[in-house]
């Protein structure tokens, strides 16, 4: 009966436990950001986490991926980048566990962002 109730216990404060030691779920997050506009995207950095990861340039048809560690069971994902001399940043949604931690960001013409979360992402496991 002890046993039980210890295995009762566990389940119930599962997702109480720091995200290193919750095996159950992914210890990552995969974000990609492709650029389908007529211009480059200078200074990109995606905000997740509340930590900046600066991507650097995305060249006009390119993709950059990031992968980065999971500190929490939900994160907002705020985009920053210049298109052309105009600076944009704006927030792209919640990155969390009803979209598997993957989020996948498109630029389109005139620095417009348009978002996919929960996409089945091809991530290179050797990418940020």
Same mark, same amino acid.
């Given at each position: ?9 566990? @389940? ?11 095996? @159950? ?23 997740? @986490? ?79």
């Amino acid at each position: 009966m002890l046993i039980i109730l210890l295995l009762l216990f566990g @389940w119930l404060s599962r997702d109480r436990l720091p995200t290193e030691y919750q095996f @159950w779920k992914d210890k990552h997050a995969w974000i990609k950001v492709q650029n389908i506009s007529e211009k480059d995207l200078k200074d990109v950095s995606v905000r997740v @986490w509340s930590q900046p990861h600066q991507l650097g340039t995305i060249n006009q048809g390119m993709t950059q991926e990031l992968k980065v560690n999971r500190r929490s069971k939900i994160s907002d994902v705020v985009l920053r980048f210049r298109y052309g001399s105009a600076v944009i940043e704006g927030y792209v949604g919640a990155l969390g566990e009803d979209n598997h931690y993957q989020m996948e960001i498109s630029v389109n013409d005139a620095g417009i962002v348009s978002v996919q979360k929960g996409t089945s992402l091809k991530v290179d496991e050797t990418s940020k």
